[in-house]
């Protein structure tokens, strides 16, 4: 009887199975096509993971977000039905296991694995991967798949870049034949600028897990940190001669990846092998991609507890549906596609093959933060008096689940200042932001704040330094003390009335920080008439310092009463405070009318994009003036400018990029009229050095040291090639550079301005223009730099200014808009945009 009870069950479930998966759409039977016979526009893959979602009782979804261009973001959870009925609690359980919460934990947690797909747009091969994926483990659910998902919650976020996904399936099937060409100089293989790897602004999504400046990378690590995944496997594409890379990770590793983060890369790594050697598939590990800049889609996840690993798959945008390779193989996208599906597939079974050990190890991961985290720093504390990058920063901490608190119970102690570089006593403000080192957060904390990284191998793949107080540019301090905050909320503080008269002469703002810039660009866009004092001046007791923005009634009667009702409603939606006064009579300095406190005009922007600009710096600026201080840009295709347009505009901005074409003789000779006639023009990075080359630019680049000839050769062992252009190398260093804030460049900075070094070029001292921004002796504060190359870092030109008649040339010889984390650099963009050339 048992038997034949036993056996009706097994036919049961194997009929329900059966009807199960003929229920089930395909992705074939849904799209109308095989796999691999196409790219899949965005819409259509989130159509397919909608209609599985209604087909079957293993999958759930989430929307978390949109795009900046207004595309669905959204996750997939593949579980049992039992698992994701009690979704929720297993994610509240998690959660508890790092010490953030204090939720009941299960006793059957199970393991988290998530798959992100198509973080890069053009490696679009990802999206089609994440449908099959999701067919493959819900189809199987329940025959071979079952027991996996029962102990596992797989969580499928199909494509973490919509806009740059939609942006090159769109290119590729408008070119696109009946038939491939597989030909890689055909045109269907040639994506134009700028191509489908950013999103909307041109940024790289892959490089702002931990900055997030991004409204994708903002709306991900809501949820991805709601989660804190075990496991994070990132997939990506590489260039179609490669064969497929899997973990292990390559040197640099950062010494805070913990020794079961590595075993476990290990392990899935040889789980990956062994399936695609039983295939015959070439394969790498081990090299090239490193674990150390902390903002890429597996270092995030690392240091927020889980393992976190790269897979690339050789092909990329220039491979399209197939393309032959240097060895002469075809590379097709269904072949591809298989590749990436089973490599995730193996990571899966990998992880709950070792789920007990992923959840302790996890878990041990946050007692260790709490109890005894690793590092020299025990506290760091941030003094910040501007309230808009004060509320910037508290909201960077509570995104990222960083615990602070307000003050501390130690008023006085010893601690690294950033500002200064040394080692000082100092005083603990009932205001001032203490971040402990204790904290479930404590690796992100150290590596985040950091003064200094460390590093064994010096041949990385991105910047080596990112200190979140030098970008930022925060009063901040290290201490090796364990300081305890006086309380977790800080009390408002009652405001001081600002208005001294009903109907004052000016309003006066302070200008410190990128909030300031925004309500220039509001007031410049309603019609105010601002002005800017390029002294500094005393008035009614107060000290004003160059850069003040002045904002008379003179030149505003038109508006009555509606002056000040608008001047304050503008100043509070910006979080900006200001002093009203009843008389313009200064007690040191110019007062309002003089020549020193002048006009802002309205200015047209110009920005030259396109071929031969530097994608991710064109990105950049658009992002600085459409959403940081939403001021109107004009980005104009540098293949169609023609120098006869330069007289439509006030400034333009040459990104980093290639201008032999601009700066050929006859172009110059225009260039050179507009700047003389009141035109700024703007140079960044590549195009400074250009510029260096020409004869109408005063700036000139800083020799490299000749060495005596001698007949003796250095000999270079071959397995040493890799490493030999290190001793001449930057891959991205901070830097201390003295200002002159005298000049309108550098209105509102003080003295030392910390500087993210991503290049090697050096430039002179300007011999004819203002030397703003210059390094001098050791000026390496973080980072490395090759010994050649450091050895000539002393005395040369960061940022300059050059007048040319009536007009200006500004030189960033390193970029302060650097993927917009750099925030401090920002207030220097718009000094270069709106306070020069006075």
Known sequence: ???????????????????????????????????????????????????????????????????????????????????????????????????????????????????????????????????????????????????????????????????????????????????????LNTWEHAEPWPGGRPNHYLFDLNR????????????????LNSWMPHVHIDFHEMGINSPYYFAPSAAPIHEDVTEWQ????????????????????????????????PSYGDTYPTFNGSVGMTYEQGGSYAAGLAGINAEGDTVTLKSRIEHHHVAGLASIEAAVRERDKLITEFENYFKRSLSNPPGKYKSYVVKENNMAKRKRLLEYLDRNGIQYGFGSGTPKAKAFSYSIGRDLSFEV??????????????????????PQTTIVDSVTYDITAWSLPYAWGLDAYAS??????????????????????AAPVAYIFEWSDIADVQLLSAFLQKGFKPRVSGKAFTLEGRDYKPGTLVLPRTGHERMGAEFDTQVKALAKEHNRSYQ??????????????????????????????????????????WHFFDETINYPLEIIEKQNFKTSQLDKFDVLILPSGQYADLFSESSSEMIKTWIRGGGKLILMENAVSQAAEKKMFSIAKKEEATEEKSDSVDLIKYADRETTFVGTSNQGSIIRVKMDNSHPLAFGYPEIYYSLKTNEQLYKYLPEGWNVGIARKNPIVNGFVGNKLKARMEDFLVFGAEDMGGGQVIYFCDNPLFRSFWENGKLLFANAVFMTGR
């Open 1 to 183: 009887m048992k038997r034949l009870i036993l056996s009706i069950i097994f036919f049961l479930t194997c009929l329900g199975h059966q009807i199960f998966s003929q229920t089930l759409s395909s992705p074939e039977s849904f799209l109308g096509y095989n796999l691999g016979d196409k790219f899949t526009y965005h819409h259509e893959v989130l159509r397919y993971f909608e209609t599985v979602d209604a087909q079957s009782d293993f999958v759930k979804l989430e929307r978390y977000g949109s795009s900046v261009e207004g595309r669905p973001l959204l996750v997939a959870y593949v579980s049992s039905p039992a698992n994701l009925n009690r979704l929720e609690e297993i994610r509240k359980s998690n959660i508890a296991k790092t010490g953030l919460t204090k939720e009941p934990q299960l006793s059957d947690q199970p393991v988290i694995v998530w798959l992100s797909y198509n973080i890069h747009g053009n490696e679009a091969v990802s999206s089609e991967t994440a449908m099959k994926t999701l067919h493959e483990l819900v189809a199987n659910a329940t025959g071979k798949y079952k027991e996996w998902l029962d102990k596992v919650v797989v969580v499928i976020d199909p494509c973490l870049n919509p806009d740059g996904h939609v942006r090159y399936v769109q290119f590729y099937t408008q070119r696109m034949s009946n038939k491939p060409n597989v030909n």
């Open 208 to 223: 702002d897990w931990a900055w997030q400046t991004q409204k994708e990378s903002k709306e991900r690590i809501v949820i």
């Open 262 to 293: 590595r075993n476990f890369q290990e392990i899935t790594g040889q789980n990956v092998g062994k399936y695609f050697d039983a295939n015959s598939w070439l394969y790498y590990k081990g090299e090239v991609f490193d674990l150390f800049y």
């Open 429 to 450: 403000g009932d205001e001032d932001i203490l971040i402990p080192g204790k904290q479930s957060k404590a690796i992100l904390v150290k590596v985040i704040f950091e």
């Open 480 to 501: 090796e003390t364990a300081l305890i905050a006086k309380s977790t909320q800080l009390k408002e503080k009652t405001k001081t009335p600002e208005s001294t008269s």
């Open 580 to 621: 009203s006064v009843s008389s313009a009579y200064t007690s040191k300095g110019s007062s309002f009318g003089a020549e020193s406190v002048s006009l802002i005009k309205p200015l047209r922007v110009g920005l030259l994009s396109g071929q031969g600009t530097a994608v991710n710096n064109v990105g950049e600026i």
